[in-house]
């Protein structure tokens, strides 16, 4: 089963409005990364928060982390049609590779 | 400048043919190195990961293989291709924990 659940799966919104995703895991972790993919494309990582972390911010993009509820979420600020993509978590707990969950399709409406 | 290459960017295949994907990573050495399949709309599941040459650990029981034959090449193989095996294959690597992996371009792989 997977190790990150993002939620919603899919999310439709304004350009100029915010977009919250948000991730839930089962293990501990050493770490939780957030990457976009474009359609069709590979994956880009975005933001890797640690887990003695609680919030960290880059450029529009804001991630936190509370590790007592295995969660963590993702906010695009001042969304813009050229975010529309798909949004994975993934974690790592130290052992063999990334655990990716199954994403969020953000649509930015212009 | 670390670059990661992948190819065929698609690729066309009949069932029971074999398979052969390309993995070149440039500009770094010693990478970790993975390969994850993702199914339309779907995670990606992880397939195989490496340390080093000629160590390679499989996580999905499969027809599918994988080998590290240099320090930056990582190749994805099968002798017989299922209809299952469609879908995306996307090669990744990384040489820090802490910063994340880089994603290659990935292969569309369609078995007909």
């Known amino acids: ?110 | 400048s670390q670059t990661i290459h992948q190819w065929p960017a698609t690729l066309v295949q009949p069932v029971g043919s074999p398979l052969s994907l390309e993995c070149t990573v440039e500009g770094t050495s010693n990478p970790n190195l993975y390969w994850y399949r993702q199914a339309a709309g779907r995670g990606l599941q992880l397939l195989f990961y490496s340390v080093g040459i000629g160590q390679i650990s499989s996580e999905v029981p499969q027809n599918l293989s994988a080998s590290r034959p240099q320090d930056r090449q990582f190749i994805l193989s099968s002798k017989k291709l299922l209809l299952s095996d469609s879908g995306f294959y996307l090669c990744a690597w990384t040489t820090d924990a802490n910063y994340g992996y880089t994603f290659g371009s990935g292969t569309r792989l369609t078995v007909v």
């Not at chain 1, 975005?46 to 911010?57: D, F, M, T, V, W």
């Not at chain 1, 295995?70 to 707990?93: E, G, P």
Request: a positive charge.
């Open chain 1, 1 to 110: 089963s997977q190790q990150g659940e993002e939620d919603p799966q899919a999310l439709s919104i304004q350009e100029g409005e915010n977009a919250t995703m948000n991730c839930s895991y089962k293990t501990s972790i050493n770490n939780l990364q957030w990457y976009r993919q474009n359609s069709g494309r590979g994956l880009v990582h975005l933001i890797l928060i640690r887990s003695n972390e609680r919030e960290k911010h880059s450029g529009r993009l804001r991630v936190t982390l509370d590790t007592s509820k295995k969660s963590s979420s993702l906010l695009i600020t001042a969304s813009r049609a050229a975010d529309t993509a798909s949004y994975f978590c993934a974690t790592d707990t130290g052992r063999r590779a990334l655990t990716f969950g199954s994403g969020t399709r953000l649509q930015v409406q212009p």
